[in-house]
T-cell receptor
Framework: DAMVIQNPRYQVTQFGKPVTLSCSQT?????MYWYQQKSSQAPKLLFH???????NEADTPDNFQSRRPNTSFCFLDIRSPGLGDAAMYLC??????????????FGSGTRLTVV | GNSVTQMEGPVTLSEEAFLTINCTYT??????LFWYVQYPGEGLQLLLK?????DKGSNKGFEATYRKETTSFHLEKGSVQVSDSAVYFCAHSMGDSGGGADGLTFGKGTHLIIQP
C-alpha cells in the first residue's frame, strides 16, 4: 500500500545533541510537510517542501532544519535539541495540482524525548 | 488570518449517545475542510473531508457538512461507541486559493471519551 513512513517511531536524544528524524513516501506526492505536536496541543506546521522549494513558517526556530534529497525522502534536523523540543513530529504529504491540493496523508509520527 | 475553532474537551458521553463536536473556521478564499482522529500515541488519521460548500463528508457513521454561510463544519454521529474514544481535530487547507501547498491549519482538538 502507498504510504508515509516515519522512522524511528520513538527517538530519545540528549540535550544539545543533534538529531535527525526521517520520513519516506511511496505516494509520489510533490509536497512534504513537517508538523510539531506537543502534548495535548494541535499540530503546528514547521515547514514544507513543494518539490525542491523549501518553505519555512515564519515562527519556526532556526534550530529546526529540513532536507529533501529526492521526491521520496524528507528529513527533519534539530541542531541542538532543548527540553522544549520534546514532542510528536508528524510528516505529511500531498499532491499539489492546478486548482488545489489532493490527498493529504500523515505518517504515524516520531515521538522525540530529550533527556 | 486563518484559524480553526472547535469546542474544548473533554467531551464525555455514554455509549449510543448522539455526538456533536462544533467547528468553525476563518479563512480567505474557499478552503477544504477536514476532520482527523488521533488515538493515543498515534499519528493523525483522516476521518472525513469536504471540498466545497454544502458538501457532506461521511465515514464510519460520522458526518460533517460544509456550511459556508456559517463557516462551520460540525462533526456528528448518531450513536457513538467506546471505540470512538480519541482526540478529534478539525482542520482546513487553502487548496483552491493558490496556497494549496501551505499545509493544514488545525483546531486545538477535542478529547472524546465514551463510557460503556
Amino acid at each position: 500500500d502507498a504510504m508515509v513512513i516515519q522512522n524511528p517511531r520513538y527517538q530519545v536524544t540528549q540535550f544539545g545533541k543533534p538529531v535527525t528524524l526521517s520520513c519516506s513516501q511511496t505516494l509520489n506526492h510533490n509536497v512534504m510537510y513537517w508538523y510539531q505536536q506537543k502534548s495535548s496541543q494541535a499540530p503546528k506546521l514547521l515547514f514544507h517542501y513543494y518539490d525542491k522549494d523549501f518553505n519555512n513558517e515564519a515562527d519556526t526556530p532556526d534550530n529546526f532544519q529540513s532536507r529533501r534529497p529526492n521526491t521520496s525522502f524528507c528529513f527533519l534536523d534539530i541542531r541542538s535539541p532543548g527540553l522544549g523540543d520534546a514532542a510528536m513530529y508528524l510528516c505529511a504529504t500531498s499532491r499539489f495540482v492546478t486548482g488545489g491540493t489532493l490527498g493529504y496523508t500523515f505518517g504515524s509520527g516520531t515521538r522525540l524525548t530529550v533527556v | 488570518g486563518n484559524s480553526v475553532t472547535q469546542m474544548e474537551g473533554p467531551v464525555t458521553l455514554s455509549e449510543e449517545a448522539f455526538l456533536t463536536i462544533n467547528c468553525t473556521y476563518t479563512a480567505t478564499g474557499y478552503p477544504s475542510l477536514f476532520w482527523y482522529v488521533q488515538y493515543p500515541g498515534e499519528g493523525l488519521q483522516l476521518l472525513l473531508k469536504a471540498t466545497k460548500a454544502d458538501d457532506k463528508g461521511s465515514n464510519k457513521g460520522f458526518e460533517a457538512t460544509y456550511r459556508k454561510e456559517t463557516t462551520s463544519f460540525h462533526l456528528e454521529k448518531g450513536s457513538v461507541q467506546v471505540s470512538d474514544s480519541a482526540v478529534y481535530f478539525c482542520a482546513h487547507s487553502m487548496g483552491d486559493s493558490g496556497g494549496g501547498a501551505d499545509g493544514l491549519t488545525f483546531g486545538k482538538g477535542t478529547h472524546l471519551i465514551i463510557q460503556p
